[in-house]
């Protein structure tokens, strides 16, 4: 079972040698077996990737991410086709109705709202009422837009009310890199079950290629929030960005049973896609689950 996180943050050459990632650095050289490895991160411009590497890389279906030269993920490599009846999957997930995707819509925000709810109750008491009294009213695929309202409250409430999301800061800065490592893992499950990740039951974005993704991803945006929150950002480096990577390898409560975070997207993304193609009830992810 693949469990490791590779962060390349240096010059580097990564080749392949008997199905070994070979990473080459000046006069070391390291070798990682890809059946290890789950996630690759090039967090640097001056690393060369061999073509066999990468062509290897997709055959065992690890996730390979590269950053820009502010050392921001701006790319992924995606196989085409990831399952078998993959043409299957599309014409259905074409199919799915307004009022089934409204329906799990809603289980999705409530399922956030009350992971976000949960995160400041300690904080703020207030805002943890007023949160979960927004449940009531997410109805019709959320149109009343009680996502952005609760958004806005529990924000304020985690990091101040000066905070403003999507400024040019610290603490956005290591938020947009957990909410992108996490979108990529639902990329990888979503097509590794033969859905395309462009056709979302809510995020309808012409120019996203990952509207599902977006979708499923938001009840656990809360695991990059709080670890945010509690790791109080001096300098946004390769330290504290393997400590938001190792997020992934952490155990956490799924469906009454403990998993790694990286398997429960797993096991939530099958579930979740399940409840419209085979009309099974919602399983959500409760952070702070017993």
């Known amino acids: 079972m693949s469990f490791r996180t590779v962060l390349i943050t240096k010059q580097s050459k990564l080749n392949y040698k008997n199905r070994f990632l070979v990473v080459k650095q000046g006069l070391d050289e390291k070798y990682i077996h890809l059946s290890e490895?789950?996630?690759?991160?090039?967090?640097s411009i001056a690393v060369s990737v061999s073509t066999y590497l990468l062509k290897e890389i997709i055959d065992s279906k690890?996730?390979?991410?590269f950053c820009d030269e502010k050392h921001n993920p701006f790319s992924e490599i995606r196989p085409f086709y990831s399952s078998h009846n993959s043409s299957k999957k599309i014409m259905n997930q074409i199919k799915w109705t307004k009022v089934n995707t409204n329906k799990l819509w809603d289980e999705i925000i409530k399922n956030k709202i009350i992971n976000q709810a949960l995160n400041i109750r300690d904080i703020d008491g207030d805002k943890y009422d007023l949160l979960m009294g927004y449940l009531t009213n997410v109805k019709n695929g959320d149109e009343t837009n009680r996502e952005g309202l609760s958004s806005k409250v529990y924000f304020s409430a985690l990091f101040g009310n000066d905070f403003i999301r999507h400024n040019n800061d610290k603490i956005n800065a290591a938020l947009n890199y957990g909410y992108t490592i996490l979108l990529s893992t639902f990329n990888k499950e979503i097509v590794n079950l033969g859905y395309l990740t462009q056709l979302g039951i809510h995020h309808k974005n012409e120019f996203n290629q990952f509207n599902l993704s977006c979708d499923l991803m938001e009840p656990f945006r809360v695991v990059i929030d709080k670890f945010v929150f509690d790791n109080k950002i001096t300098e946004f480096d390769s330290d504290y960005k393997m400590k938001l990577i190792s997020l992934f390898d952490q155990k956490y409560s799924y469906d009454n049973k403990k998993y790694t975070l990286k398997d429960i997207i797993k096991l939530y993304t099958k579930n979740t896609l399940d409840v419209l193609e085979k009309n099974?009830?919602?399983?959500?992810?409760?952070?702070?689950e017993e």
Request: glycine content about 4%; aromatic content about 16%; charged content about 25%.
């Open 37 to 43: 490895i789950d996630t690759i991160i090039v967090d």
């Open 62 to 65: 690890v996730n390979i991410i």
């Open 280 to 288: 099974k009830k919602y399983k959500g992810f409760i952070l702070y």
